[in-house]
């Protein structure tokens, strides 16, 4: 089994910052591809930021030049940095994984969410 535990969420100003990190364990073999979503109150979940094991990068359109996603694959976590935070930001974000168990099979596995809430 593998688990996803996500923290760093909170209230925050419009204009300031969150760094929310997700720490994977269980028994896990290596992880792939991670990745940050967020869903809002009466909306889809969306894809904000997924980096690879090599550590590529990809951002939806309305994070680029505000947030920032990194990982450490030694500790199996990712992290996002969070800057000039927006109203519109507010939501649950949600870290997902892609984890290759001991018995070398790959899935994905989705933490519980933390709540991000812009306001002022």
């Known amino acids: 089994q593998v688990q996803l535990v996500e923290s760093g969420g909170g209230p925050v100003q419009p204009g300031g910052s969150l760094r929310l990190s997700c720490a994977a364990s269980?028994?896990?073999?290596?992880?792939?591809?991670m990745g940050w979503y967020r869903q809002a109150p009466g909306k889809q979940r969306e894809l904000v930021a997924t980096i690879t094991s090599g550590g590529t990068t990809n951002y939806a359109d309305s994070v680029k030049g505000r947030f920032t996603i990194s990982r450490d694959n030694a500790k199996n976590r990712v992290y996002l940095q969070m800057n000039s935070l927006k109203p519109e930001d507010t939501a649950v974000y949600y870290c997902k994984a892609n984890v290759r168990d001991l018995t070398l099979r790959a899935y994905d596995y989705w933490g519980q969410g933390t709540q991000v809430t812009v306001s002022s």
């Open positions: 269980g028994s896990i073999f290596s992880s792939n591809a």
